[in-house]
């Protein structure tokens, strides 16, 4: 059973391959340096932007970029294709911004941006000094990087896909080729069958987990372990057994190899997607946040997130890998229902 999941390459690339490549794309995508400037053109002379104190004037220099344009005209046309993020102008004592609804977030960013130092402008050219000031600090290490975040959604997606696909891929794989028919006839025990396929997917999803951290630890991604890391093996271990137990699901009721592996990606992408395994859902809509507490992929991700990332000991992983073999034992017996020995 381990050589045949080895000569599977379709199975091998869904498996270690294909999360492993999001891994080091997204890894790098995020860690490669601080945010992108965003480029503002300055229509004319701009001197709310000369009065700000040199502190405030470095700080606007690190958040956007200006560059002269020759005419208001120029400025605007340039923010409507997309290359620049706003335009601006001083008419007398009022700074018009000029931004572009097509892209909301550099909209909201630059508006934010000067709107914070028109206000610094305006208190020193008052003499008065502040009542309040404002500090920011960050509360983990300065030397944290965005992998931190990236590696636990994506290995807690790649174990969820290798096992789903191992799971189902077998079991529709083996009913088109009668090696079920075969298997029922012959002096074995079905349970044995069965307990030989979940030691394959639990080798083969901590081989997952090895290559994963591995990878994301090396220099060009920096992940650094924190808190009680070592208990990510046994929550992968409990993931493991919940998504093969939808892999034997889907392979019950999927009839052939191509509606198999499209159920399998229509079930694992989008729950990655509700679970936070790409994207935080912080701030997604309420129903949305109630929908991902129902998706086992949600306490693998966040599981992984406590122990890996957040510093936080043995116990937060108690509860993620009771329901994660919660959702594995009641999805294994649903698929014993369903489950067929011979193509209908």
């Excluded at 997606?157 to 009913?175: D, E, H, P, S």
């Excluded at 924190?226 to 892999?247: D, E, N």
């Excluded at 000991?313 to 108690?318: E, F, M, R, S, V």
């Amino acid at each position: 059973m381990v050589k045949g999941f080895f000569r599977d390459r379709l199975s091998l690339f869904f498996s270690i391959v294909f999360p492993l490549f999001f891994i080091i794309v997204f890894g790098a995508v995020f860690t490669g340096g601080g945010a992108a400037r965003v480029t503002v053109l300055e229509v004319g002379n701009v001197a709310v932007v000369d009065a700000l104190p040199a502190s405030a004037r470095t700080g606007l220099d690190e958040a956007v970029e200006i560059r002269g344009a020759a005419s208001i005209d120029d400025a605007l046309t340039a923010v409507r294709r997309g290359d620049a993020g706003a335009a601006m102008e001083q008419r007398g004592q009022e700074l018009v911004l000029y931004f572009s609804s097509a892209d909301p977030v550099t909209a909201a960013t630059v508006q934010g941006i000067f709107a914070g130092f028109v206000d610094q402008v305006n208190i020193v050219t008052s003499g008065i000094p502040p009542t309040y000031t404002l500090t920011s600090r960050q509360v983990e290490d300065d030397a944290l990087q965005p992998i931190q975040f990236v590696a636990p959604g994506m290995i807690a997606y790649g174990v969820a896909v290798g096992a789903t696909f191992g799971a189902a891929m077998m079991l529709i794989t083996w009913r088109e080729k009668r090696v079920l028919r075969r298997l029922r006839l012959a002096p074995i025990r079905t349970s044995t069958v069965v307990a030989a396929r979940v030691v394959v997917s639990l080798t083969v999803a901590l081989v997952q987990l090895a290559i994963y951290v591995g990878v994301s630890v090396l220099p060009f991604l920096g992940l650094r372990l924190s808190g009680a890391w070592y208990m990510a093996v046994p929550l992968v271990l409990a993931g493991t057994l919940a998504f093969l137990s939808i892999g034997l699901l889907v392979g019950a009721v999927a009839k052939t190899s191509e509606g198999g592996a499209g159920l399998v990606n229509l079930i694992t992408l989008p729950m990655a997607f509700l679970s936070g395994a790409f994207l935080p859902i912080d701030t997604a809509p309420g129903w949305l946040t109630v929908l991902s507490k129902a998706l086992p992929m949600g306490y693998l991700v966040e599981g992984m997130k406590d122990v890996m990332v957040r510093g936080e000991g043995p116990t937060a992983a108690l509860l993620p890998i009771a329901i994660l073999l919660g959702f594995a034992a009641v999805l294994t017996a649903l698929a014993t229902r369903v489950f067929r020995w011979d193509a209908a």
